[in-house]
Structures are given as structure tokens and as C-alpha cells.
């Protein structure tokens, strides 16, 4: 029996129907594909075509092996049932990865395929837990948790949660699961499970490195690293439930300019338009758009406008989007996909028809107003009880293809401003799968609560998706949900995650905040509401004093953001950095789940307990840091106890860097 070949510089093991293929793919990287009854398909849902590397191929009887640089595969079928057993080594040998054993007697599959109506399969493979192992990455998920060793996790997006299924192990690799099929993923003690409902093809991608750093430089090659972030990108973005009318958008404008406050974006929200899908403003309460826009650049202030992909059964657009297949289709009944001030379904953002259809409306109705950035909302889809098996895309069944979505819809802008010939795009978008930084996206975590325990769990999400590839990453700094403007307890809080926004990608205020105002058009039609109000002098004397002390501290910061996008820009570096990235020696660095690197030289501690005025600082081992409020020095590898008044948040400077910010914070 021949149970292996080498064809094309890659490995392929045939048996009973199956056939596996492991190829090089990128710098000490390998892709393993796997389908049974079939040959390998061409489905690429997210990898980027590799340069070509050099490699080893070895094959015998019962075993083979494919070396790529630092990363081997060793593919052995057992005797029992001839199944097959991959394992992956760095280049020291060391084990990085084993699929499971058959168990002899037990006949279990690592690549187990069950067949399904209509000729996709149920998929699960299975691995082996190195013992002590952590897991970080796997994009953001809603919990205060950083090793996710032990955690179950839903291959699928909603609203704050964002599935890019990517980690990096701390015995020196990383893994990504290239398929878009809604699924799971069991990081048990046992046994590591991958699962997905649906779909034709198992794929994964596997590469070897010595640091966090280069693993994540390795996957930046694979998908796709963000273009430069804009300079407009670098300072305080303002934006509330919602600006509902053009002179509001304008007197917030004036009044910062008035109070010398630095503004770089105006963020108008959602229902400025008639109906979801007219994708333009509504005459009533923007008169003049063209004119609103041109006083905002004049002020040195970018425009964003809310797109949302709903389109409604009564928008101008919707019997023709339709007639002509570029909406998303319930595969039964009623074909309402959410309901929400009004019966909408999903423009389909897989088809490429659909994208041009919209961003040509898009392009009239407010790139040539001058509108250079958007944002995306509603990004996941967001359907109404998430059951993904109801739907189906143009590139296929939901379940299948799911997870693709939110990469379209930043594609069907990015596309269409490049088109256009602009060139420093960054759009805001809710959700992201491998591959959307390419398009110039900036994921922010949702529809969140206003309490400390979600402000705790953005920390974690922000050092998660950093890890995925998506440097561009913030939160609604307050929170979305419950904020009541005048609430002294709210205004702590907004204070608190205010100071933690400064040392985000992007430092962005937004939020629904209480109590709201009834709207009602000329027609009697109830609108949607407006939030109370949410600028800096909204929330008295006090919080104004300490917001914009750190509006002016993140505008002293902006060469050595610059510095951080031109690096994620070039290498897919994250902005926003786990301890243990920079110091992957320090074992306690691991565990950290409360305090970040920003860039290399800043290491953030934010306050994120109710009333506290003081907190506990692991200063890494391996570095002299010195306190950015006092100046004092401390030797890293201990914890110290620092104090944080209302109006200081704990930094320090790694090594006596970015001494700037000396006696500012």
C-alpha cells in the first residue's frame, strides 16, 4: 500500500476515501486540508497566496514528514483502522500539536466528517493538549478571562461578541481554523475540539515561532496587515445616541471649538436617514448636508456617518435590491430577518453586485458630500434570534459561510473609497473576521453595559483582538447601555474607562445615555430617540476637568501613536499589547488580565473597580520602569501598590521612555 506523495511541494495521504494535504504556506508555516470523498477543493476562505519557501519532504511506508524552516509535520498511520495521526514539532523538536490517536479498539477520528442533506458535512477534529499550555487570541468574546485554556466558545457573531478563530499557544505557535462555518471550539483539558455545522472542507494553519511577536508577524503575512491609520485616527473621536438634526451636529461642533478642546472626528449616528436602506440623510432634519460637512472640515473636524445594512420592506431601495438577488434570503416563512422600527432584511455584503449597488448609493449621498469615513454598524448581522440555519448569502449557507460577513461589508467601503481615489481610510465596524484589517477596519466591541464589570471585560477583548491581527480596535468609552448623564456613580465610571480610552487604538466617547428625548417628524411619525447629553462638559465641573486633561495627554501622544500605526501597519504588530508580547519570559506576565502594553514603552493599569483609589501593578521582569505621575523608579519583576486619585490613571514608562509624559497623567 502507497499511502503518501509528493506532488507540487505539498504532502498528500490518501485512505478509505479521504485525502490530506499539508503545504507550506508562509515563513515556518504550514496548511493542512483534509476532505473526505473528494480531492482537495480550491476554497481559500481567508489566507493570503504565500511566497514561495523551501521544503523538506520525507516519505516512507507508514510515515511522512514536511518541513517548512522552523515548523515540521510528521503524518503516521497507526495500524489499527490505517487512520492517520498528524503531528506538528518546532524546529528544536519540541511538540507544538497532535491530532488524537485512534485508540486502537476505540476507532476514534481526529478528522471526523458526517455526512448532511445536500452533500456539506458535520465537522469536528480533535487534538491533544500539551500539558501547562495557555491560550490567548480567538478574537472578542464578552468575559473576563485572558488564558482561555478550559473555555467554550461559539464559532459565530452577535452583537459585542466577534469570532476570528486564532490563537496563539505559549509553547510557541500559532493556530488558525480557516473556515468562516458557523461552529465551536472546546479548549478542554482532554481534548482540544474544533467543530463547524456545515461545510465541504477541513483547513487549518498552523505556524511556528520563538516570541508571541513573531508568530503574530507570521499571521499578519497570512491574512493581511491595515493599511496607515489616518491622521484623524490618532485623536478624540466624540459621538452620542444620536445627533439627530444638523444643527445639533453643528453646535457640538462649535462648542468645542469655542472651549479650544482638540476634536478630530464628529460621529453622526444612526436613523438620520428616512428608512434603513435609503442610505442618505433625511431632508427634514438635514437640511443641508453639503454645507454641514464643508463647516465641519473648515473646524479641522472629519465627518462619520452611520451605515446601517438593514434595508426596510418600505426603503426606496428595497423592491429593487429584491428583484435583483442582493439581499440577504430566510430559507422559510416570512422573510423578516430583524425587526426593529420597522420588517428589514440584510443587504447580502458576499455579493459583489450588492456591494457595488450600495456603495454607489453611498457615494452620491455622502462620499461626494465630502464624507470620508463610516461607520458600520450592525456588522454581524445582527439577526433577531441569531438562528444561522434560517439564511442563506450568495457565497453560500450561512451556517456554512457565516463568519464571512463582517469582512464584506468592510470590503464593500474600503473598495469603493479606493476606487474613488482616496487613500487613508479607516471605517468603524462592529464585527471582524480574519482579514478585515486589510480593509481598513476599526472593530469597536458593541453594544456593551455601562458597569465595571464590562469595562473590565474590554480590557481582556482588546489584548484578545490585538492578538487576532486587528490593531485597530476601542469600545463606547462609558459604556452603551444604562449611563445616566447626571448619575454621579455614571460619572466616575465614564471618567474611569475615559482614562483607559486615552491609551486605546482609538479614544471614542458614545454611548445611549439617560434620559432620553422623543423625537417626531412633520408627519407625526415617532423617530428614533436622542440620548441625553454626552460631551465632555456634560457631566459637571469635576469629570470635565480630568476628561480633557486626557484629551490633551492623548494629543502629546500622537507621534508615538504614529509611530505604533506605521508598525501595525507594516507588520501587523497590535497596539494595544499583552504583558507577556513584550516580555514573553516573565512567566507572570501571562496572567495578566487587568493591564496592557501600549506599544512597547507604555505599560497601562487602568482602574476598573467601583471607588477604588488604588490599585496593585505587576511591573514586568527585565526592564526599570518609571511612574508617569511622580517620576518615581521601580525595578521590574515585582507588584507594587500604587495610588490613583480620580484624576490619574497608573502608567509607566518602560526604561525611562517617552519621558513626555513625566508629571502629565
Excluded at 304 to 328: A, C, F, H, T
Aim: glycine share 10%; aromatic share 12%.
Amino acid at each position: 500500500m502507497i499511502f503518501f506523495e509528493e506532488k507540487e511541494g505539498s504532502l498528500i495521504f490518501r485512505e478509505n476515501g479521504e485525502t490530506v494535504m499539508v503545504t507550506p504556506w508562509g515563513r515556518d508555516s504550514l496548511r493542512v486540508r483534509a476532505r473526505f470523498m473528494g480531492d482537495i477543493g480550491p476554497e481559500n476562505p481567508a489566507l493570503l497566496e504565500p511566497s514561495p519557501t523551501e521544503c523538506i519532504i520525507q516519505t516512507g511506508d507508514w510515515e511522512a514528514s514536511i518541513t517548512n524552516g522552523n515548523i515540521k509535520a510528521v503524518l503516521r498511520v497507526q495500524p489499527w483502522g490505517h487512520a492517520l495521526q498528524i503531528t506538528l514539532y518546532n524546529g528544536s523538536g519540541k511538540v507544538l500539536l497532535r491530532e488524537i490517536p485512534n485508540g486502537g479498539a476505540l476507532q476514534k477520528k481526529a478528522r471526523q466528517f458526517k455526512p448532511l442533506p445536500g452533500g456539506s458535512f458535520f465537522l469536528k477534529a480533535s487534538f491533544v493538549p500539551e500539558p501547562g499550555e495557555k491560550i490567548y487570541g480567538m478574537g472578542q468574546y464578552q468575559q473576563e478571562i485572558m488564558d482561555l485554556k478550559g473555555c467554550n466558545l461559539e464559532l459565530a457573531h452577535r452583537n459585542s461578541q466577534v469570532s476570528i478563530p486564532f490563537y496563539v499557544s505559549s509553547i510557541g505557535y500559532g493556530f488558525f481554523w480557516n473556515n468562516p462555518a458557523v461552529g465551536e471550539v472546546h479548549f478542554g483539558l482532554n481534548t482540544t475540539e474544533w467543530t463547524a455545522v456545515s461545510t465541504h472542507q477541513l483547513d487549518y494553519w498552523v505556524t511556528a515561532a520563538d516570541t508571541p511577536a513573531q508568530i503574530q508577524e507570521n499571521f499578519g503575512a497570512a491574512v493581511g496587515k491595515p493599511p496607515m491609520m489616518p491622521e484623524y485616527g490618532m485623536g478624540f473621536w466624540q459621538c452620542k445616541l444620536r445627533y439627530y438634526c444638523q444643527d445639533q451636529v453643528l453646535s457640538v461642533a462649535r462648542e468645542y471649538k469655542r472651549r479650544k478642546i482638540p476634536l478630530d472626528v464628529l460621529v453622526i449616528d444612526y436613523y438620520h436617514w428616512p428608512r434603513c436602506g435609503d442610505w442618505r440623510f433625511h431632508k427634514e432634519f438635514f437640511p443641508d448636508p453639503k454645507a454641514m460637512v464643508k463647516e465641519l472640515h473648515d473646524m479641522g473636524i472629519e465627518t462619520m456617518v452611520s451605515i446601517w445594512p438593514q434595508v426596510d420592506w418600505r426603503s426606496e431601495n428595497y423592491e429593487e435590491m429584491k428583484q435583483q438577488g442582493l439581499l440577504v434570503k430566510s430559507n422559510a416563512g416570512i422573510d423578516v430577518q430583524m425587526n426593529y422600527l420597522g420588517n428589514n432584511v440584510f443587504m447580502d455584503a458576499t455579493n459583489p453586485r450588492t456591494r457595488q449597488y450600495v456603495w454607489e448609493k453611498c457615494r452620491k449621498n455622502y462620499a461626494e458630500l465630502g464624507i470620508r469615513t463610516f461607520w458600520l454598524d450592525e456588522a454581524e448581522p445582527e439577526f433577531t434570534t441569531y438562528d444561522y440555519e434560517h439564511y442563506s448569502y450568495h457565497a453560500g449557507p450561512v451556517a456554512e459561510v457565516g463568519n464571512l460577513y463582517p469582512r464584506e461589508y468592510a470590503r464593500l467601503f474600503y473598495e469603493g473609497q479606493r476606487a474613488g481615489g482616496q487613500e487613508d481610510i479607516v471605517n468603524l465596524i462592529r464585527c471582524a473576521w480574519a482579514g478585515s484589517q486589510r480593509y481598513g477596519a476599526l472593530v469597536w466591541s458593541g453594544d456593551i453595559h455601562s458597569t465595571y464589570e464590562d469595562f473590565r471585560k474590554q480590557i481582556c477583548a482588546g489584548i484578545h483582538m490585538g492578538i487576532c491581527g486587528i490593531p485597530w480596535w476601542t469600545t463606547d468609552i462609558g459604556g452603551f447601555h444604562g449611563g445616566v448623564t447626571a448619575d454621579e456613580d455614571f460619572r466616575e465610571l465614564l471618567v474611569r474607562w475615559f482614562q483607559f480610552g486615552t491609551f486605546c487604538p482609538v479614544m471614542r466617547i458614545h454611548g445611549h445615555r439617560q434620559p432620553s428625548e422623543a423625537i417626531v417628524d412633520s408627519t407625526g411619525e415617532t423617530r428614533e430617540c436622542t440620548g441625553a447629553d454626552n460631551e465632555v462638559w456634560s457631566f459637571g465641573p469635576e469629570a470635565y476637568e480630568i476628561l480633557t486633561k486626557f484629551i490633551r495627554i492623548r494629543e502629546r501622544m500622537r507621534d508615538y501613536i504614529r509611530g505604533l500605526m506605521r508598525k501595525a501597519h507594516e507588520s501587523g504588530m497590535p497596539v494595544m499589547r499583552a504583558l507577556f508580547y513584550e516580555f514573553p519570559g516573565d512567566p507572570r506576565c501571562w496572567d495578566i488580565k487587568d493591564a496592557y502594553m501600549f506599544g512597547p514603552s507604555l505599560l497601562v493599569a487602568p482602574v476598573c473597580h467601583e471607588k477604588a483609589r488604588s490599585r496593585s501593578v505587576y511591573l514586568p521582569a527585565g526592564a526599570r520602569w518609571t511612574h508617569a505621575g511622580t517620576g518615581e523608579i521601580f525595578q521590574g519583576g515585582e507588584e507594587i501598590t500604587v495610588e490613583a486619585g480620580l484624576d490619574t490613571l497608573p502608567v509607566f514608562l518602560r526604561d525611562g521612555q517617552e519621558e513626555y509624559l513625566l508629571g502629565q497623567i
